[in-house]
């Protein structure tokens, strides 16, 4: 039967059953792996830090597993297929901020916490204060970062389902479906965490990190192998696809940061500023993520420490690279229409360009559904490691931080504790399906860089100062957290994020004059200037910087500095013991 209408029907329950089928082996196979770990679960250093049993490499993986998110994935390579050469601003943030992290973080703390962030912040200071604060800063960028990957979860479900506007699966709607995939994808996280702890969640990103790498490295090479491995054809096509006037300046910076705007000094100066602070977060928040800190405790040693960390670099490193390909053959094979059409924030960019590449390889409407459920499972898989991750990191300081240590005051014993961080599970789970569903339609690489700019605000600060500053008190790192947290919070609900302007989902050169009427642009005409849309959008926030980090990130050194120089609190032994343990690893757990 030749009717198109019919082939078509045909075509989407074929993706769909493809989808489904692998969902559920992928589900399957990853609470198998949760249910084995768990039986390896027997103490409080097992479920916190897996036994302290897992080799550079293998943590080298499961840290991989854990940074290549969904913002990844989905994410950049969504970035780079609407904004060409400014969407990889954020793969080279991402892959240059592991270099802080080797050189001031992992080996100093290895060495000198237990199982917290907190812990190396509270030992030469007072308890309560400084792991209340830790504990704050730990959920709420936590819970940022756990956002971006319900949302990438949402972002792919109406693609894989193939639900288009006005249509239906099983009476859900696109949005329905979205809502609902966010809520099963909490729900597991919380299982993996209270069945598996860190053991079983390390396992799931070992495997996920192998997956995500395979499935990349396919793409990349059938994308290549489609211009005769000729990257100037690709980067031209993906140009004159990009829907950009001129075609050139697709493939040159300034399409979505430092932009130029003739006549309007204010909104030139914005722009460079937010490529500024966009930076500034990207570098310095990957050494104060928490679910990224916790992982150098599951290694024996310091010597592990530091070689899990070049070989995630390594992985992370070539992974990027692979970015370059899925975005600009997103670009070139999909079209920024096709992208636009199915989300408008780009975050379906790579799935949609396993399609396009299944079709040209594997043969019609059934490859292009067998490679895109393929790549859709590891997309899944991705997201699936990483909230667990996010899940742990934060239940583990509810329960270590508050509950025991400042509760409790350490009057705890072990199992109580490991019960305590199994229940704040379901509620950092409850928290981020709430909120997942309330920021569904923005794109999942910038919630990431907002998680990004609160880490290295709140926690890096506190974290340097600690480790390297002898004056340092409880009041510099408390109120350097709080002043980081509240500042970098603050100036995302005062942005234009915060007040319906310009996003990933909304970028300059797609604002129509409907779009530009509610950012207060007058109607003289059909369509509006770009400039002047861009302009209005941002400053009708109170600040118009997208992401905080610029104005966030100096407020937490300061507050940190002014707090530790206006305490009169000293404990230089205590000071000498932590650097001698951080340096050394001499009583190191």
Known sequence: MNDPVYLAA???????????????????VTLAITIWASRQTRNAADFYAGGRSFSGFQNGMAIGGDYMSAASFLGIAGIIALN????????????????????????????????????????????APVRTAGSIS???????????????????????????????????SAETAKIVTIALIGVLMVVYVTVGGMKGTTYVQIVKAFMLMIGALVLTLMVLAAYKFNLSSLLGEAAAKSGRTPPESFLQPGLRYGREFAGNATATLTSKLDLISLGLALVLGTAG?????????????????????????????????MTLALGFGAAALVGRSAIVAQDAAGNTAAPQLAQALGK?????????????????????????????????????????????NVIRRGQTDERQEVVVARYSAFVIGAVAIVLGIVARNLNVAFLVALAFAIAASANLPAILFSLFWKRFNTRGATWGIYA?????????LLSPI????????RTPATLTAAQAKDCGVPQTSKEVSNATALFSCTTAAPIPLENPGLISIPLGFIFAAIGAMTSKERDPDKYSELEARSLTGAGAH
């Open 10 to 28: 045909v075509s989407v329950g074929t993706q769909r059953t493809l989808t489904l089928t692998l969902f559920v082996i992928l589900v399957g």
């Open 84 to 127: 060409g050469y400014d969407g990889f601003l954020y793969s080279i943030g991402f892959l240059v901020a592991w270099l802080v992290a080797l050189l001031l973080v992992a080996e100093l703390m290895r060495n000198s916490g237990r199982y917290t962030m907190a812990d190396v912040l509270a030992f030469r200071m007072r308890q």
């Open 138 to 172: 730990t959920i709420i960028v936590s819970i940022f970062y756990l956002l971006a990957q319900m949302v990438g979860a949402g972002a792919l479900v109406a693609l894989l389902l193939g639900i288009k506007a006005g249509d239906t699966f099983l009476g859900m």
């Open 289 to 321: 993520l928490p679910h990224i800190l916790i992982r150098f405790y599951t290694v024996p040693n310091a010597k592990a420490a530091r070689k899990s960390v070049v070989w995630a670099i390594g992985l992370i490193g070539v992974f990027y690279l």
């Open 360 to 404: 040209r390889y594997l043969g019609g409407d059934f490859g292009g559904s067998l490679l895109l459920a393929i790549i859709a499972a590891v997309a899944f898989a991705t997201i699936l490691a990483v909230v667990a991750g996010l899940t742990l990191a934060s239940s583990s300081s509810l329960a270590h931080d508050l509950y025991a």
């Open 484 to 492: 980081g947290l509240i500042s970098a919070v603050g100036v995302v």
């Open 498 to 505: 915060a007040w319906g302007g310009v996003s990933d989902a």
